[in-house]
């Protein structure tokens, strides 16, 4: 069998087990996606605060524009001729909100992913990674030299077992997690990882606060502000193209790590980095975060209201958060229930393996704090 048959036997394979993905044809007008001429609420957005579909926001961003500063490309590395001056304004803002020695940008959350863990780690390395951990961070890990393992799902017994068993056989050990997990949209106990941290010299925290930048804590900075660690955590990510309604990722760090990053992280030296239009915006709204409180207070208001709805209806629901899982168990139930959800009008998307494990298929909801409380409770009247 040729390679390109081989392919074709494949994507039937998918096709049969109702894996097959392909990418939707959707039209965006403001909250709501226009799919197959039906126009739908979209409840599967990463835009936690409503701010990509703020039109004002955009407007009053547009006035501070001018030809001069709408520059739509770097041209560069920054390691070359592509470190404009707003890039070292948005670290310096960042690391100020953090109350961190510095911050590092990156082209975006994979990037950051990627290429933190290859550059920091060496065969002498052990990293220590939540199950569930993104996709990303995992390239990450198999992209370094390191040796890992994988614990159970926020399993931190499980984790103080093989940090005793282990740390000693190794020069380093890295404790990898997110503080939101995209899938369940439950939380890591962080306070606990810091005192697990803390029980050996050579342990260092990494945490992932893509789905939380933004969206949690009383600044909008995520759940180790709300935890109270930010200081405590090593490397702290998190990404601009959620909650902050932009592109692009960031560390905040002690400045060795970030001198270290610049001078070893492929995934920042080698690719073009961000339009300083761009960074603006980013800028422009990580200014204005610690202003969005109301969202977040009505964001957790509905996000309560649809957890508990499930719960009354029978579903699991490890959520801790504003990512909501329905789940339904197998794929093909899980695709007729979104598209009866679809049906009327609630634009919910199913989510399969290799995403989830095998027997989890599940509705993911990904609430914003654009949608109204009467929206979830229409929404929770035919689910079922
Ligand atoms: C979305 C996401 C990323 C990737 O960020 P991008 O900026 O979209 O590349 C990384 N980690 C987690 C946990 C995410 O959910």
Known sequence: MSIIEQMQQELQELKESSNLRTLPNLIHEGQDVIANGQRMLNLSSNDYLGLATDRTLREEFLKELTADSFLPTSSSSRLLTGNFTIYEKLEQTLAELFGTETALVFNSGYHANAGILPAVSDAQTLILADKLVHASLIDGIRLSTAKYIRYRHNDLKQLERLLAENHAAYRQVIIVTESIFSMDGDIA?????????????????????????????????????????????????????????????????????????????????????????????????????????????????????????????????????????????????????????????????????????????????????EIREEEIRELIKIII
């Not at 909008?220 to 902050?244: H, M, N, P, Q, S």
């Open 189 to 369: 106990d962080l306070k606990e990882l810091v005192r697990l941290k803390h029980m050996y010299e050579n342990v260092l925290l990494y945490v992932d606060e893509a789905h939380a930048f933004g969206a949690r804590g009383e600044q909008g900075l995520g759940c180790a502000e709300e935890a109270r660690c930010i200081r405590e955590i090593d490397f702290l990510v998190g990404t601009f193209g959620k909650a902050a309604a932009s592109a692009g990722a960031y560390i905040v760090c002690r400045r060795t790590i970030r001198e270290y990053l610049v001078n070893r992280m492929r995934t920042l030296i080698f690719t073009t980095a961000l339009p300083p239009v761009n960074i603006a915006w980013t800028l422009f709204v990580v200014r204005r975060l610690a202003g969005f409180r109301e969202r977040r207070i009505h964001l957790k208001n509905i996000s309560n209201i649809l957890r508990k709805a499930l719960k009354e209806k029978g579903y699991t629901c490890p959520s801790d958060s504003y990512i909501v899982p329905m789940i339904v168990g197998k794929s093909s139930d899980t695709i007729l229930k979104a598209e009866e959800l679809q049906r009327h009008g609630f634009y919910a998307l199913p989510v399969r393996p290799p995403t989830v494990p095998e027997g989890t298929s599940r509705i993911r909801f990904s609430l914003t704090a």
